[in-house]
């Protein structure tokens, strides 16, 4: 196993730039996850890293060996397909075998070491099975399989779950999960579904538009994320935008939206004149008759445990997660509260988010951790 | 309510049978000419050239007789001097009054037949599959025009190219040669080749050689242990086109070849001067020549039936 280094590694097909100047360590048996929608270069990274495409700029060290302009074959590298990529005609001994073929291993050794991967995965009853006839959770297990018998340096996996429909989606989610525990393995996981992101990564890297916005533990990304971006697209519902213009400064305490006074964390920058957007987890809203942000209930979504109340208000519809058992009526005027030591501040031209007390707060608290 | 009845999507049970009537009907009418060759091919020559023609008849071999043999006419007291005739194709030919002179050149025409379609068709195959695969993963520039050129080679009728080519293989020594003939068909099919295989090449994801690659292997390894076993449909339906092709071809084989190279389709119209209209030798090297096809296109239907329909069955 090894660290994998990414060093302002960059790649163009044509005029168009997939990915530009990505900087990132991936630390050696750390679980990484490159989170993104669809186009927005996680795959590219992950192809550069794998060898199937070389960067146009920028270097890759796995294990500090610079492996840049190295063919696939030679980096020692596993890949686990989105669609698997399981070699049809072969059945499934001979696919996790493949691998051990390439490297002139004798056979006997090649059906101990498939056996003990099988074991491990528990499908050694499945060993001797065509690959074409077999359930998607199990064409998952033998990819991986297939990936690990050769213990490489470290697992690449693109969007593996995929194809597999919800329910077995948590369940392959926690074995991927239990398998990193057990083996250790340096891996690097592409997804656009948050849900797997936050499950399964030590760290997990936000991109778009070929940028990584935001590199960090899914309590920091989800908690103070760097960009609005980021804080749209993780949490479901994601983070509500209140919009305004002010002049801030360093040491602010409150901010005026609409006239009604909204305490933040305290602002630890002078951000000057602008446009900004105060950003509000739908759990950071409770309701309160005494608030003078008010609105209308527009409707109710139940999910059980919680409830998700959508309330058109001045400023836009916010989203609150409040508990189940609060009765709310559609129509009905409500008073909005926030949990001032939890909002974020962006800045709307550039979307990056303002530094505030939360942020130090954090740091503080790492330190002493 | 009986829902079968009035399935929308299952035909009745009445067109069933309507529809079945028809296809044997086609069948019948289309197998005619091919039932009479064969029919033919087992008459005597007098049977053959009978009116009303004899669809009833007494089969014998003399056809197959004429075909492999040349014989020479003799005088009756001379045939009454030989020993006795030893075997069928003997007896008949004496009651002719002729007596077989030595074989006949149908079996070496039939071989260079044999050797020039095959050996045509494996090397188009082989080229064909090796291009299409460039073309299918790697970036080719003018990659378009280039695929376009090569399918234009086909789109000249023979006669158009014929003299050139006849010229240039005299001046070559290619003339009456296996190679020659192996060299042009070869150069004939490798288009359809490239244009049949790109389609299916370019159904088998690229993840396969990707995964390969990582596991350890070269892109040749990739391609004959993954992309080949995958491509076994579209070379065999490939090969089948060619290979009909090549056995088929009038044109060029009249032109080009005419003595040691001469291929089965110049060579058996031929067989109807030696000896007055013999009909049923024309048609016994007639049903022979239909013999390899009709076994290697029975060998390859299953997938010759999922090659003509692919990307309608393949995911």
Redesign the interface.
Known sequence: MAEIRVEQLRKEFGSFTAVQNSNFVVEDGEFFVMLGPSGCGKTTTLRMI???ELPTSGRILLGGEDVSQR???E?D???V???F?L???MNVRRNIG??LL??GMATAEIRTQVEEVARLLRIDHLLDKPVSGLAGGDRQRVALG?AIV?RPKCFLMDEPLGTLDAEFRDLMVHELRELHNRIHATTVYVTHDQHEAMAMADKIAVMNHGVIEQFGTPQEIYDRPATMFVADFIGSPPMNFLRFGAHLRKGDRKVGVRGAEIVIPELREDAGEADYALGIRPEHIRFDDGSTLRGAVYGAEYLGTTQIVAVETAEGMLKARVPADQTVKVGEQVGLALNGARLSLFDRASGRALRTALHDEALRRHAHG | MSAAAHSVIEPSAASKRVAGAIVILYAVITMIPLFWIIATSFKTPPDSIAYPPKVVFTPSIEGYCNLFTTRTRQTAEYIQSLPPATNFCDETTRKRNMVIAGPSNFLPRFINSLVIAFGSTFCAVLLGTLTAYGFSRFKVPLADDLLFFILSTRMMPPIAVAIPIYLMYRELGLSDTALGMILLYTAVNVSLAVWLLKGFIDEIPREYEEAAMIDGYSRLQAFRKVVLPQATTGIAATAIFCLIFAWNEYAFAALLTSGTAQTAPPFIPTIIGEGGQDWPAVAAGTTIFLVPILVFTILLRKQLLRGITFGAVRK
């Open positions: 794998a060898g199937l063919r696939a074959r980096r590298i596993a890949f397909f989105q669609l990529a070699y049809p005609h493949f691998p390439a490297q297939r050769r």
